[in-house]
Nanobody
Framework: QVQLVESGGGLVQPGGSLRLSCAASGSMFSIDTMGWYRQAPGKQRELVASITRGGSTNYVGSVKGRFTISRDNAKNTMYLQMNSLKPEDTAIYYC??????????????WGQGTQVAVSS
């Protein structure tokens, strides 16, 4: 069974930094596109950033220049470096990945989420 586990969330002051990690475990043949989503209270979940297996990245406009997504394919792990954090970045951050398992069709998986709070 495939699992995605996020870590690294917490409370930080405006202007501060956090680094989120998402580790995939289980029987997997390959992990394709991975992404970070977030959902603030009362708002819809939105894509923050995504990264292909080859390293091509995409960001939502509000985080460009502040957040950096990366991955280590050997460790089945994805990261989100968040700098210059703003109160509006406060949300639950979710890891998402398209994973191909042995003998099964490619499927999409979600992590359980990690809380990021930006406040003074």
């Amino acid at each position: 069974q495939v699992q995605l586990v996020e870590s690294g969330g917490g409370l930080v002051q405006p202007g501060g930094s956090l680094r989120l990690s998402c580790a995939a475990s289980g029987s997997m043949f390959s992990i394709d596109t991975m992404g970070w989503y977030r959902q603030a209270p009362g708002k819809q979940r939105e894509l923050v950033a995504s990264i292909t297996r080859g390293g091509s990245t995409n960001y939502v406009g509000s985080v460009k220049g502040r957040f950096t997504i990366s991955r280590d394919n050997a460790k089945n792990t994805m990261y989100l470096q968040m700098n210059s954090l703003k109160p509006e970045d406060t949300a639950i951050y979710y890891c998402n990945a398209d994973i191909l398992q042995y003998g099964l069709p490619r499927a999409n998986y979600w992590g359980q989420g990690t809380q990021v709070a930006v406040s003074s």
